[in-house]
């Protein structure tokens, strides 16, 4: 089983700037790719970005211009640099990793972590 640790959430004002991590841990896996989520309050948990682990970043609507992603491959970790952010970011950010374990490439799991909080004040 691979364990997602979500860091970096809080309290910040509008514009203001946070940096999430999301690290891996677990024996003898190896992520196919990871993405970040978020749920705000009553509303369903949706995609933030993507991260892929090839040369592209695909970015949604809501982050474009704003977030940027970024991986370490060699430590498992992925991050979410977040700028000028409004209210309506607000939210539970959580990781997510699709993983497999040893060799078999045809067996895939996907671990979430256990979300780190957003507040953006106004």
């Known amino acids: 089983q691979v364990q997602l640790v979500e860091s970096g959430g809080g309290l910040v004002q509008v514009g203001g700037s946070l940096r999430l991590s999301c690290a891996a841990s677990?024996?003898?896996?190896?992520?196919?790719?990871m993405a970040w989520y978020r749920q705000a309050p009553g509303k369903q948990r949706e995609l933030v970005a993507p991260?892929?682990?090839?040369?592209?970043?695909i970015y949604t609507d809501s982050a474009k211009g704003r977030f940027s992603f970024s991986r370490d491959n060699a430590e498992n970790t992925a991050y979410l640099q977040m700028n000028n952010l409004k209210p309506e970011d607000t939210a539970v950010y959580y990781c997510?990793?699709?993983?497999?374990?040893?060799?078999?490439?045809?067996?895939?799991?996907?671990?979430w972590g256990q979300g780190t909080r957003v507040t953006v004040s106004s």
């Open positions: 997510s990793a699709q993983w497999y374990k040893g060799q078999d490439v045809t067996r895939t799991f996907r671990s």
């Open positions: 677990g024996s003898d896996f190896t992520i196919i790719d």
């Open positions: 991260i892929t682990t090839g040369s592209t970043t």
